[in-house]
């Protein structure tokens, strides 16, 4: 009888669940408290929730990050206690918050979220075989990164390159540090995999609050309607563009023979704007990012409410705070951010805003203050392309017309900018036309644009152009373009929510009840995709990828897989070295399961995330060998005599498992099953004690 991983996973990911309130809800709350942030002391409970996430979020990475590394983990744990303590006097000695209604479809789309996010994220169990989400392609890099924070502490170690030494790790790896104290707390009974996806639903949460705050501090509109407002909303975040309709044309063209291609999730068609929901689910990282930007920009915009400098400085300090844990969430949405905070500036200054100006000052000095010791860990020697390049946003269907044409990159170029309305409107669907809506109408009545109205129109503005003309490169993917537009659809998702709310007086309803619908299906089909595609490769239904495996049996070498790494986490230290065959391009079972340190885990030892690429080609350079077909018996005791490994592990799918004569089947292993072999070196074992 199996193991059943999915019921062990949910009961896993349900304590996980519980134990996040303590680093992004009570840290908030005791925050708000004691500054009396937007006069949290007389705010009515839903309010205090719904500011408590986003601000934990903002404020606990970088003190995390600043205490751990100049101080102690042990000084990171007595912050925490405090404040758990702080928390509980304030409960009870506070005077009780007035508790309001809240709208049930609120709480029934929060509750419909968390659902969506843990069935989605946790592994799937079909008798033997085991699948887990697409998104796990990106997950498994994250969990090896929170179990080398929760392992060796702050700065963390890239738990992807072990020359024998410890290798700083570069990455916007902010919200990775809540993650890792929730599996330090809950120890090997959750670890990191379950941490990240215990995760994933908070920072939803965190957004959805984010969303509301917006709605009543920012917004015009202000508490007219807010809880209609807010449920409108929570419902857009279901909502994505026009991608259905590619995915349904390349789902025609499957079944009539004319195309194989069929894409894991909705999004990749094209350059990517993504949805809500994608974003929440598979990028956590850059929404807290996102959550950051925005909460500080928020307790700046409050500032100028608050009399006297001590508002101001209070405000600004905040908000720097929150700046410094965006920058190293996501520095691809902060540099978008940044540049729009430049341009308020500018702003504000030509207005005569006197205290919004001094409260973007502090807040510039404090994040560059708090941030600076992060951002100096970013140097050194690495692998990738330029940080940026000029480009203009690609619309990848009429390219592949135009490139079948024989057109010149430069002619595809122009006609990629004059595509660029149809292109956003594929892409943001309802909020293109909210949007183009809102500008219209500012056109034809050229009324005197409020103070809000700039703001919104700034970020637009800026997020729009810099993601369209400028691209990071750095990695194979566009994250700058990707992630950098989260800054105007957060402010399009606000016109938009202010827009339905006078569903009856909206003009053309039908055109947008067409683009609700079709969004809606799109957010739908996405979720199902991201999390049956690795099962219906198995079924020869969709194209294979060659990270999920090399052929149609992703189910059950996955299965093997995790009870292989299961039995490597129970007969292993926490920071011992576990190394698979690096030649893949990303073994994505070997890094989601393992949550051990690898000493390369590609043949570039993913140097993109910190390392001296000069030192892994030696280290890849043997490891190659050892997995060739024609490694000898021999081969094993030569790398564990000259590797810094203290277990190795075949599979399958490694050339050396088909050499009967090779180290794989003349040594015996340490555990074994039909698809993976796992081989101590019990040298290191012994230095490693001594």
Not at 129 to 149: C, K
Not at 641 to 658: E, G, N, Q, S
Not at 663 to 687: G, I, S
């Amino acid at each position: 009888m199996p193991h059943h991983f999915t019921a062990s996973d949910l009961r896993t990911c349900a304590a996980a669940l519980g134990l996040f309130p303590l680093y992004v809800f009570v840290p908030g709350y005791v925050a708000a408290w004691l500054l009396d942030l937007f006069s949290f002391r007389h705010r009515t409970l839903p309010f205090r929730v719904a500011l408590s996430i986003p601000l934990s979020i903002s404020l606990c990475p970088v003190a995390v990050y600043l205490l751990g590394r100049f101080v102690s983990m042990a000084a990171v744990s007595a912050l925490f206690w405090a404040l758990w303590l702080g928390f509980i006097l304030i409960s009870l000695r506070a005077p009780r918050a007035s508790r309001p209604r809240v709208a049930g479809s609120i709480v029934l789309i929060a509750g419909v979220w968390i659902t969506v996010a843990v069935i989605s994220l946790v592994d799937l169990q079909l008798d033997d075989r085991l699948y887990y989400n697409t998104i796990a392609f990106d997950y498994s890099v994250r969990t090896e990164m929170i179990h080398s924070l929760a392992t060796n502490g702050i700065p963390p170690r890239t738990p992807f390159f072990f020359p024998g030494h410890a290798v700083p790790l570069r990455y916007h790896y902010f919200w990775l540090i809540l993650c890792s104290l929730v599996e330090r707390l809950g120890g090997s009974a959750i670890g990191a995999r379950l941490a990240l996806i215990g995760g994933t639903p908070w920072c939803g949460l965190g957004l959805m609050g984010l969303v509301a705050l917006y709605l009543r501090l920012f917004s015009p509109h202000g508490s007219s309607r807010l809880g209609r407002r807010t449920a409108i909303a929570l419902a857009l975040l279901g909502v994505t563009g026009l991608d259905i309709l590619p995915a349904l044309l390349l789902i025609a063209l499957r079944v009539g023979g004319l195309s194989g291609m069929i894409f894991p999730s909705i999004e990749w068609w094209n350059e990517q704007v993504d949805g809500w929901v994608y974003t929440m689910l598979w990028e956590p990282h850059h929404l807290a990012g996102t959550i950051a930007c925005f909460t500080g920009f928020l307790i700046l915009w409050q500032a100028p409410a608050e009399s006297g400098r001590r508002g101001v400085l209070k405000n600004g300090i905040v908000a720097g705070a929150a700046f410094a844990t965006a920058i190293g969430s996501s520095i691809h949405v902060f540099f978008v951010f940044a540049i729009f905070l430049a341009v308020w500036m500018i702003i504000a200054t030509a207005k005569r805003w006197r205290a919004d100006v001094q409260a973007l000052v502090v807040a510039g000095a404090a994040a560059t203050a708090l941030a600076l010791p992060y951002v100096t860990s970013l140097t050194g020697p690495g692998s990738g392309g330029p940080p940026l390049e000029w480009t203009v946003r690609t619309f990848m269907i009429p390219e592949m017309l135009m490139r079948g044409f024989g057109m010149r990159t430069w002619q595809i170029r122009i006609v990629d900018l004059l595509l660029l309305p149809a292109n956003y409107g594929m892409e943001l669907g309802i909020f293109f036309a909210a949007g183009w809506w809102r500008w219209k109408i500012w056109r034809i009545k050229r009324y005197k644009l409020e103070r809000h109205d700039l703001a919104a129109f700034a970020m637009i503005g800026v997020s729009m152009t810099i993601c369209t003309f400028l691209r990071s490169s750095l990695i194979g993917n566009n994250d700058l373009g990707w992630r950098g537009f989260l800054v105007a659809q957060f402010a399009l998702l606000i016109w938009t929510a202010d827009l339905l709310a006078n569903w009856p007086k909206v003009p053309r309803r039908g055109l947008l009840t067409v683009l609700l619908v079709l969004g809606a299906a799109g957010t739908a089909y996405d979720v199902g995709i991201l999390r049956l595609y690795p099962l219906l490769s198995d079924h020869n239904d969709v194209p294979q990828v060659d990270w999920f495996g090399p052929d149609r049996l992703v189910g059950r070498r996955t299965y093997a897989v995790r009870e292989a790494y299961e039995w490597a986490r129970a007969h292993t230290a926490a920071d011992a070295v576990v190394q698979h065959n690096p030649v893949r391009v990303q073994d994505t079972a070997a890094l989601y399961y393992a949550e051990r340190q690898s000493a390369a885990a590609d043949s570039q030892c993913s140097t993109t995330f910190g390392g001296d690429p000069g030192e892994c080609a030696p280290l890849a350079a043997a490891l190659k060998a050892l997995y060739a077909a024609d490694a000898d018996a021999g081969a094993l005791q030569h790398a564990c005599a000259t590797l810094p490994i203290d277990l190795f592990v075949a599979k399958d799918i490694d050339r050396a498992w088909r050499n009967p004569a090779s180290w794989v089947w003349q040594t015996q292993p340490a555990f074994a099953n039909e698809y993976v072999r796992m081989f101590r070196c019990p040298a290191r074992e012994q230095n490693t004690a001594e």
